[in-house]
């Protein structure tokens, strides 16, 4: 089973769309992971459950993140394209498509305009849409915060305080993602989250991420058996974008959870609970939209 934390071999190729860098690890059913904002290819708690006996787990940068350049790739559209590219270039025919949070539209854009290439789509906790409103105090400050002449900074800083504090500034994250007003904060999720955040850079990555938008039009195109699961107390991502993606993806179904970490349902007691959700789906054979609530 894939361990939470444990560094990956990072690679790197050149495409004909740019620069692109991808971990690998495992055999099995390619499942191509699109991370979230923040993330890079070092990503590992979405592996959680993943058994690397059966399942190869390819996760790449995107533009702007780790060592994949922004450069001309600043569209979901754009940054579909190269990971198509990467994709081609490990002579994979069809992979199951994991959309997480921010890399939400990158991976519709892959399963609307590569319909060949994606035999199963999995969107996670993932935005469908125009993320933050340009007159919204989040994106005011995430434009200060993240500004990548300061954000090795700000994400230094973090880095420092979850080694001397941890406690501390698990508990000052958690309503970032979570809206539960109570809550108990356990020493594994502690640590899952300290391992998650380590890896961390916001670098020109986020910036871009909260100015991407596409059509509804775009969406509307998936036809490959889509699960949408998403937590009602996701504070990071409103639950509103499942619904949006529920309603314009045909062959979607909707895993609503109602869990303790809300966007990270990676971590917690009930975490196993709606990773199972996940696997099951990409177990299935046919999919129908009464198979998982």
């Given at each position: 089973?894939?361990?939470?934390?444990?560094?990956?071999?990072?690679?790197?190729?050149?495409?004909?769309?740019?620069?692109?860098?991808?971990?690998?690890?495992?055999?099995?059913?390619?499942?191509?992971?699109?991370?979230?904002?923040?993330?890079?290819?070092?990503?590992?708690?979405?592996?959680?459950?993943?058994?690397?006996?059966?399942?190869?787990?390819?996760?790449?940068?995107?533009?702007?993140?780790?060592?994949?350049?922004?450069?001309?790739?600043?569209?979901?559209?754009?940054?579909?394209?190269?990971?198509?590219?990467?994709?081609?270039?490990?002579?994979?025919?069809?992979?199951?498509?994991?959309?997480?949070?921010?890399?939400?539209?990158?991976?519709?854009?892959?399963?609307?305009?590569?319909?060949?290439?994606?035999?199963?789509?999995?969107?996670?906790?993932?935005?469908?849409?125009?993320?933050?409103?340009?007159?919204?105090?989040?994106?005011?400050?995430?434009?200060?915060?993240?500004?990548?002449?300061?954000?090795?900074?700000?994400?230094?800083?973090?880095?420092?305080?979850?080694?001397?504090?941890?406690?501390?500034?698990?508990?000052?994250?958690?309503?970032?993602?979570?809206?539960?007003?109570?809550?108990?904060?356990?020493?594994?999720?502690?640590?899952?989250?300290?391992?998650?955040?380590?890896?961390?850079?916001?670098?020109?990555?986020?910036l871009n991420d909260i100015d991407q938008?596409?059509?509804?039009?775009?969406?509307?195109?998936?036809?490959?058996?889509?699960?949408?699961?998403?937590?009602?107390?996701?504070?990071?991502?409103?639950?509103?974008?499942?619904?949006?993606?529920?309603?314009?993806?045909?062959?979607?179904?909707?895993?609503?959870?109602?869990?303790?970490?809300?966007?990270?349902?990676?971590?917690?007691?009930?975490?196993?609970?709606?990773?199972?959700?996940?696997l099951e789906f990409i177990e299935m054979?046919?999919?129908?939209?009464?198979?998982?609530v």
């Amino acid at each position: 089973m894939k361990t939470i934390g444990t560094k990956m071999n990072n690679l790197t190729i050149d495409t004909k769309f740019g620069r692109i860098e991808y971990s690998s690890a495992g055999k099995g059913t390619a499942i191509v992971f699109i991370h979230g904002g923040h993330s890079n290819c070092n990503e590992t708690l979405c592996h959680k459950g993943f058994d690397l006996e059966k399942y190869r787990l390819i996760t790449p940068s995107r533009p702007g993140y780790g060592s994949t350049p922004l450069e001309s790739n600043r569209t979901p559209k754009q940054a579909a394209d190269l990971i198509v590219e990467l994709i081609n270039h490990l002579s994979i025919e069809k992979i199951v498509l994991y959309g997480i949070s921010a890399g939400g539209l990158t991976a519709i854009e892959i399963a609307s305009n590569y319909p060949n290439k994606v035999n199963k789509l999995i969107l996670a906790s993932a935005i469908s849409k125009k993320w933050l409103d340009e007159n919204d105090s989040v994106y005011k400050a995430a434009k200060i915060i993240f500004n990548p002449r300061i954000e090795k900074l700000v994400w230094g800083m973090i880095k420092v305080f979850s080694k001397i504090f941890p406690n501390m500034l698990a508990k000052s994250f958690y309503p970032q993602f979570s809206s539960n007003s109570t809550y108990k904060l356990k020493k594994v999720d502690i640590k899952e989250l300290i391992c998650t955040l380590k890896y961390y850079n916001s670098k020109t990555g986020f910036l871009n991420d909260i100015d991407q938008n596409i059509n509804d039009e775009v969406i509307a195109k998936i036809k490959c058996p889509t699960l949408i699961i998403h937590s009602k107390n996701d504070s990071s991502v409103l639950f509103e974008h499942a619904l949006h993606s529920n309603k314009m993806i045909e062959y979607s179904i909707m895993a609503k959870l109602d869990n303790e970490w809300g966007h990270l349902f990676w971590i917690g007691n009930d975490s196993m609970e709606s990773i199972k959700k996940t696997l099951e789906f990409i177990e299935m054979n046919k999919v129908s939209t009464e198979q998982i609530v």
